[in-house]
Structures are given as C-alpha cells and as structure tokens.
C-alpha cells in the first residue's frame, strides 16, 4: 500500500515507548484495495466450501500455535493484561471452528414450501455480496477485525479492513495466518489509515458495511449505508446494568461482579458500568465487591495481573474528567478515581462510585474504562425499571438464584443478558446473536444471522403443470371459488 502522507506511530500504551509505524492510506489507496479484493473475490466464490472451511480450521490450528506471538502484540498496541488479550485467542479459534462447521449447511440451497403445494417447486441459495468492508475498534484488534471477517470469508465474499490507527498490528498478524492457513494473499486486504479517510471510502465502496465502534461513528456511516442501500450491521456502545438479587450467592457474586465491571480494563463494550443491589444484601455485597476490586493486580505484564492498563493517557483523562464530575455533582468515591503514574501514563485504578446524581455525564453516558457505579434499590422491580432507563440496550447482567435470574432476564431490553455471569457466557455462546438494542447498534454477529448477512439470497420457484392461476379455461369466480376452499382446507391440512 502506498501513501504520500506522514505514517501513524502505533505507541505501546504500557510504556508510551512507539511500538511501530503503519502507512496513513488515502482514499485512492482504498479504492486499489477494493480493485484487488474484487479480482480476488471472482476466483475465491468458485473454490468450493469443503476448501474454504478447510482454510478455516487450519487457521483455528495455526492460532492456537502462534497464541504467545498474538498476546504479545494485543499487549503491546492495546496495554491489556494477558488473560484478557487471551479471551481474543480463544474468540477467534472458536468462531473460526464454529462457522467452518456450520458454513455447508447454511449455504447449501434450502428447500422452501411453495406457493401451491407440490405444483411450485420453491428453492433458497445465496450468494455473496462481493466485498465486505469491515471497520473496527481498538478494544478488542483481534476479535472485533477478524472474527467478524471469518463468516464473511466463508460465505464467498473478500474483505477490507481498516482497522484502529492505535492496533493495527493485531489485525496484520492475524491476516498474515489466515494467509498461512491457505486464504488467498489479495483476499483480506488491510488498509491503514484515519477513520475520516479510509473509514469513509471503505463505506462509499463496501457491497456490505460491518462496523463496531462509538455510537457517534455508527450514526454517519448508517447514513452513508442508508443512502447507497448496502446492508449494514453496527456494534456500538452500551451502558450496561447488572441487577444483584436477595437470593444471590454472595460467595461468587462478588468475583463476578469484579470480572464483568474490569475485564479488559473496562473498556469491553459489554462491561457492566452501572449496579443495583436490592438493599437486603447491599451492605455484604458492596463491601466484598470493594474489598475484591481493591486486592486487584494491575500491569499490563503476565498471566497473573487482573486489569492492564488503558489505550491511551488520553482514554484515562477523559475517564478522570467523568469522575471529577460525578464527585463534584455529590458522588462518593469507594475506591479507585487515581491514576498510577508509578506503573505508567496510562493506568487507572478500578473505580467504584456511589450515590451519582442524574445529572453527573457517567449516570448515563458511557465511560469506556474501569468505572462503575453503585445504587441500593428497595425491590427488584425498581432494578428493572432503572436498568432499562437508558437509551442504550447491549448487555446485561444478573446475581441471583436461577429462578429469580431468568425471572428478571426476560424483562430487560437488551441483546444479551447473562446471569451469574456479566458478559462471557453470552458473547461465548457464537450459535446465539450477539448486539445491541435501542442506540446499541443494528444487526448482530454470530449464529447462523451472522454469516447469512454477508449473502444475498435468491429464491427460484418453478410452476409446474398448472398455472397459479388455475387451469386454463377455468372462470375468474370459479378459480376464486377453488382457491377459497383450498385455503379453508389448507388451514387445518398445511
Ligand atoms: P470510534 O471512534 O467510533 O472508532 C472505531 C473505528 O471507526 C476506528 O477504526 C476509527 O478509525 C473508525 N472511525 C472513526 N471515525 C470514523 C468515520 N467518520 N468514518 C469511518 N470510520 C471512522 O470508536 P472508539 O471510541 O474508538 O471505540 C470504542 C467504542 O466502540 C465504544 O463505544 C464501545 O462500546 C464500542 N464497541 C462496541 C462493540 C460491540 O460489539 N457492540 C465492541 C467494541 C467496542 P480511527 O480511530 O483509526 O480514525
């Protein structure tokens, strides 16, 4: 890729030290990347499945090999601890196995019912869209660049990618596999390069937009897609509740609570930043979840530290203007609210909050960090109702016994709830659709939604003997006379 423009320095969050350089593309750049994955996309639909899917599980054998390379440079461009750099790994050999499995039976043409029993032989295939455009953030380069490419890949389509300026690296190294693994070279192309730019292009040229990022960015490019009448699926933002129950088992809840507020730092579109404990535990719960947070091991090293650090000193200032704000509105700080100059510029110690007013910005908005804050509620239909208050509708969580968690979790409006868990159980399950509600997106990834979307379909019907609209000769009243009974009968038989 060639570019005249000064390149991005890709900065090690840990260290502030530049890890690398990428080129900054321009949009005829991307334009050539469309060309290539266009001439590429021709030969690949005419590799057969079995082929395709062979690739697929090649490349779930060759991440598993190459994890070690892959932590170390998730690490190195997002600051993230180990274990939550290997939730990446273990995403992607998941989804790669599961649609590679189930990829033939989805694609294989379906026998539907036609529009006259027997007489209209009715078949559904699908096509690929041609190439998929794929924009994604930096929270998650592995998952969030490849995982939603590898259903698209598999349907027969090609790919370009632009990943986040702060993490291109990842979603280099995990092309460069899929390479390994068998894809063709000018497939997958990644283009480098602003949002403003290259994100715009891939927009004006993507046969199918996929796009994970803030709500901001989900709206403009919604606008692009709605305006040339391409699909689109977007995974947005959230301000994700989690409702503790009387009946929780305080043994584990607290641990749960800690995973799902400070997994990867907080900055996990389906981390949960807002709390309702029911008041008759609220006391032991809130004093186990502060004694857990506060025994967290922060750095961005190892397999044994807890909560890394954030993207950028930037991503912690804006964290830290939210906090001020809530305390200088009347919030109380239970622990956290600093930075940790001495581990690095950008750590932030996990942050727990109580008594936020309405008016502080983090009551609604998202903060995309280790914050979250804590309310006691008088009963569970007050936790319902102040968990759906929001214009977001990604995740949700529930602590309760199972009765009571499946209970609250068919009242709450958004894309998936998990109980005695706060994100993992759902996002981990690929056979079910993962997005969002309400200003949490459009579209899904996962299940068998999440390849199809990258087809078209085409239904063929064939009329055969008698005509739909009945046998020649037969009257206009008779022929409504005979289709009137049939649908009578049709009611009890079909
Ligand atoms: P963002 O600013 O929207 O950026 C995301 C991607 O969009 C980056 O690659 C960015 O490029 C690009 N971009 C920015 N402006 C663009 C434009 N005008 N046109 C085209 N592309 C553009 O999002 P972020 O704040 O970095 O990411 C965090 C957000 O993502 C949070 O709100 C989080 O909740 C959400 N998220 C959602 C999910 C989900 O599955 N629902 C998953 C992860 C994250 P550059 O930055 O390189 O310019």
Known sequence: MTSTVAPIIVTDPRTGETYGEVPASTAADTQRAFTAARNAQAAWVTTPLKERSKIMLRFHDLVLEHQD?????????????????????????????HYARRAQRLLRPRRAKGALPVLTRTLVDHSPKGVVGI??????????????????????????????????????????????AGLPLELFQVVTGSGAVVGTEIAQQADYLMFTGSTATGRQLAAIAGERLIDFSAELGGKNPMIVAPDADLNRA??????????????????????YVHEA????????????????????????????????????????????????????LLTGGTRLPELGESYLSPTILTDVPEDAQLYREEVFGPVVYMETVASLEEAVRKANDTEYGLNAAVLAAPYTGWNIALHLHAGSVNINEGFAATFGSVDAPMGGW????AGRRHADGGLLKYT???????????????????AR??????????????????
């Open 456 to 474: 078209e379909s085409r239904t063929i019907s064939e009329q055969r003997l008698v005509p739909i609209a009945g046998p020649k000769g037969l």
């Open 477 to 494: 009243d008779k022929y409504a006379a005979l289709m009137t009974t049939a649908l009578r009968l049709g009611k009890w038989v079909l």
């Open 281 to 332: 535990i609220a006391e032991s719960f809130t004093e186990r979840f502060v004694a857990a947070t506060q025994a967290l091991r922060i750095g961005g090293g190892g397999w044994t530290e807890d909560v890394g650090s954030m993207i950028s000193p930037a991503q912690v200032d804006s964290a830290i203007a939210m906090i001020d704000d809530a305390l200088n509105r009347g919030a109380r």
């Open 438 to 441: 309400k200003a949490s997106g």
């Open 69 to 97: 390379e892959l932590l170390d440079v998730i690490q190195a461009e997002t600051g993230k601890n180990r274990a939550s750099a290997f939730d990446e790994v273990l995403d992607v050999a998941i989804t790669a196995r």
């Open 135 to 180: 924009i994604s953030p930096w929270n998650y380069p592995l998952t969030l660049s490849i995982s939603d490419a590898i259903p698209a890949l598999l349907a027969g389509n090609a790919v370009v990618l632009k990943p986040d300026s702060q993490t291109p690296f990842t979603a280099l190294l995990g092309v460069h596999l899929l390479v390994e």
């Open 254 to 275: 607290a641990a749960d609570a800690v995973r799902a507020c400070f997994s990867n730092t907080g900055q996990l579109c389906v981390s949960i930043e807002r709390i």
